[in-house]
């Protein structure tokens, strides 16, 4: 080729740097001249995507790069994902402990330690003020004791109440910080100067009650709801953390007959890699020598190993097993299923479903009108209550801004969404965020694609039809020994149905290929044609009849003589029948959109008995599912290919199947790894059972506090002389929190089959 200054000279094949293809540059689809080097491209599609970030593929990023320090890395909320900050911190909003955006292998556990630490602490020095209420009274050092517990161990709620105060995001440590503090205070005040106590705070004997134990038992018991709570939530991130480690960190790199054991980090795209017997898969790629048996169901679920050779696609993490390839490294870095699948779980799990809005907008009046509460509980006891009447005002509000606090109600759905998310993870199904979650359950509509989604997306035999003298194998025999030359998608499925038979293939000399007939060859010293209609100079009746059924038909003619006929189609996935036959059972109504012709979609809606609309270009696709959509219903989208985006986007629902086209799945917010209608399945039913958990965390979580606030202001005082003792309400408070937890984490063993 010409350089810039005229000279020719020749320039070796090079390594597409998007795909990792060889690439010929007097052949390239496009060249593009970067920081003073050239780079070629096997097609538009690779250049345009390198153009658009070619640092991307000249340096990826570490499949798992080790964080630089918790100060480098960015921070959010999870119940509030809006905050975002670099460094660790508390959100100003709910005053939990932010979290890092991404997922690494190592756990920041510092908080976890911190709190449980500080539980400890605060234990051993509540258990002797308890005992001292069975004792004789010793205010100084239940003072001593109680200061220490309060102050020292329960120091971070004060921090975050003060916080939400200044801020004017009133939330749960508004209240503890507020109820604690209050009994705190008064009972200090009651010690240190007992002479500025009137009659009313004075109980019969001429004593001022403390309220120290309370206090201490409050903050040991939000303690151990922080720490249950910070457990749980390590325990949602360490499904992703399983995953992430399960990609090796070095990889073995060949170059010419050497072989180099590198860090994983440094593989790049293009890199010939070596997997040994027993290894992970370091990269996604393509086999290029050599075959085996993979376990994938890391990523699929399913326990059986899959067949891998030459030309077929590997993916980072999964298990090699007995046998060794070699393989070219096409997605490294970020670019990884893996790495890609634990990114997305992680972004859904930070969203928010619809259904969090009602929580969010109950929780924005709910601490004003318990603090009116508590202050209304606080003067009613003050002006009709009983002897002492401080006494029991004091009590009465610190017990209704104890019991009142909204922990259960913030954690109901976000705890539900990411045990939801991660269990689907696992089970093969990728949702991109919260909403999608949600939306699945509440679909009654499913528009379908056709080819690769109820198909197997692939021509298969399905027919091997002999005439007179001849066998069904010597007519794949013939068909195969001359289509094994060809590259013709037809020839694939007749080559790879003889090989599945066990048919023993001949050798084809002379072999000639013409356009919009067939091939011929010369096989044994017999000439031999296989093709459509026009290589058979007179057609069998039965055959011509057959041509106008959804199947494609070739004919093997021997020596001007008709062999036979075989019939190619995309069969229905096995698993199709079943899955529509639940989804209907469910109420859901299936309507299979196609570009394919009249008597092909009907071949594939027929036996499903479902409805179906056939030759729709991908507009009119989209133009379908916004049809249904204004009509009221709520529609959902499942197909693979390119042509499906526009219906993916414009549905309520896009599920994109895992064997399809990045674009698919990119405009889809749910994904089925495997590509299997099963999944589809699961993904429903895990939708009904996330928003069933939702609902239950939520009716909960309102239905405690209706009951909780007036029995701790007082109302069964008047009828029954009871009251809600402070402890107690601290202990229903942790209680709530725990009963959502718990709820929540049943999701992580809910049956998807």
């Known amino acids: 080729m010409s350089c810039c200054g005229g000279e020719e000279k020749t320039v070796a094949a090079q390594t597409d740097p998007v795909c990792g293809m060889l690439v010929d540059p007097a052949k390239a689809a496009a060249a593009t001249e970067y920081r003073g080097d050239m780079y070629y491209f096997c097609s538009k599609g690779c250049h345009a995507k390198f153009t658009a970030d070619p640092e991307k593929y000249l340096h990826p990023v570490p499949a798992a790069p080790p964080p630089a320090g918790a100060e480098n890395m960015e921070y959010t ?28 292998l190592e756990e920041d556990t510092s908080e976890l330690d911190g709190m449980t630490r500080r539980l400890w602490i605060a234990a051993v020095l509540t258990l002797p003020l308890l005992l001292m209420m069975f004792t004789r009274p010793m205010p100084v050092v239940e003072l001593l004791l109680a200061t220490a517990v309060v102050w020292g161990c329960g120091w971070p709620f004060f921090v ?11 939330n749960m440590f508004t209240l503890i910080a507020l109820g604690t503090g209050a009994a705190y205070l008064y009972s200090l005040a009651a010690v240190v100067a007992p002479q500025l106590f009137p009659a009313t705070a004075r109980d019969a004997s001429g004593e001022i009650g403390l309220y120290f134990e309370p206090a201490a038992v409050i903050v040991t018991l939000v303690l151990v709801g922080q720490v249950l709570e910070l457990r749980a939530r390590s325990s949602t991130g360490a499904a992703l953390r399983s995953l992430l480690g399960l990609a090796p960190q070095t990889a073995l790199r060949v170059e010419g007959s050497t072989e180099t ?30 075959a085996s048996l993979i376990d994938e169901s890391m990523m699929t679920g399913e326990p059986m190993p899959v067949a891998k050779s030459v030309n077929d696609a590997v993916t980072g993490g999964t298990m090699n097993g007995t046998g060794a390839f070699h393989m070219r490294a096409e997605r490294v870095g970020a670019d990884t299923m893996l790495q890609q699948i634990v990114r997305l779980v992680s972004e859904a799990q930070r969203t928010r479903a619809p259904i969090q809005r009602v929580a ?52 109901a759905t976000p705890m539900a969404i990411t045990v939801g998310t991660g269990r689907g993870a696992h089970a093969g199904v990728l949702l991109r965020n919260a909403e999608a979650l949600e939306q699945l359950g509440n679909v009654n509509t499913l528009v379908i694609d056709k080819t690769g989604t109820l198909t197997e997306g692939k ?6 039809k002999p005439e007179h003298g001849f066998s069904a194998e010597d007519v794949l025999q013939l068909a195969a020994s001359v289509e094994k030359m060809s590259e013709h998608p037809l020839a694939g499925a ?48 039965d055959l011509d009849a057959s041509r106008e059924d959804s199947r494609t038909r070739i004919f093997v003619v021997v020596d001007e003589v008709l062999a036979g006929s075989i019939a190619i189609a995309d069969p229905v996935r096995a698993s199709a029948a079943h899955v529509v036959k639940e989804l209907q059972r469910a109420g859901l109504k299936i309507v299979m959109a196609t570009g394919d012709h009249e008597a092909t979609a009907k071949a594939v809606a027929g036996p499903l008995q479902i409805d179906y609309k056939a030759g729709l270009l991908p507009q009119d696709k989209a133009a379908l599912v916004k049809q249904l959509r204004d009509g ?72 405690y506090n209706a009951l909780g606030v007036p029995l701790a202001a007082g109302v069964l005082y008047p009828l029954f002389h009871m009251t809600l003792n402070p402890m107690v309400a601290a202990g229903a408070m942790s209680l709530s929190s725990v009963c959502v937890i718990g709820n929540s984490l049943r999701l992580r063993s809910v049956r998807l089959e």
Do not use: Y
Request: glycine letters at 10%; hydrophobic letters at 50%; one cysteine or more.
């Open 632 to 703: 009221g219903e709520v529609v959902a989208m499942a197909g693979d290919g390119i042509n499906d985006a526009p219906a993916l986007a414009a549905a309520d629902v896009g599920i994109a199947m895992g064997t399809g086209t990045d674009i698919a799945m990119e405009s889809a917010p749910v994904t089925l790894l495997k590509g299997d209608l099963q999944s589809l399945l699961r993904a429903r039913r895990l939708s009904v059972a996330t928003m069933r958990i939702i609902r239950q965390n939520l009716f909960f979580a309102f239905f």
């Open 77 to 104: 909320c999870p119940m509030d994902p809006q905050i975002r900050q670099m460094g660790p911190g508390t959100c100003p909003i709910c005053g939990m402990a932010l979290e890092p955006v991404g997922v690494v």
């Open 360 to 411: 969010d907008h109950v929780s924005g009046i709910f601490v004003p009108a318990v603090l009116a509460a508590a202050a209304i509980a606080f003067v009613a006891w003050m002006l009709v209550g009983p002897q002492p009447r401080l006494s029991h005002a004091v009590v009465s509000a610190v017990a209704v801004l104890i019991v009142a606090c909204p922990c259960a109600l913030g954690l």
């Open 459 to 464: 021509p298969s035999v399905v027919e091997v």
């Open 160 to 170: 975050r109440g003060w916080q939400s105060v200044r801020t004017g995001n009133w």
């Open 261 to 290: 054991e590198v860090a994983l980090s440094d593989v790049h795209v293009g890199d010939v890699l070596r997997v040994r017997p027993g290894e992970r898969v370091p990269v996604d790629g393509v086999v290029l020598d050599g």
């Open 494 to 541: 007749v080559v790879h149905a003889a090989e599945e038979r066990g048919v023993l293939l001949h050798s084809a000399d002379g072999f000639v290929s013409t356009t919009g007939q067939g091939v011929h060859a010369i096989v044994n010293g017999h000439r031999v044609a296989v093709g459509n209609a026009a290589v058979v100079r007179e057609l069998p009746r």
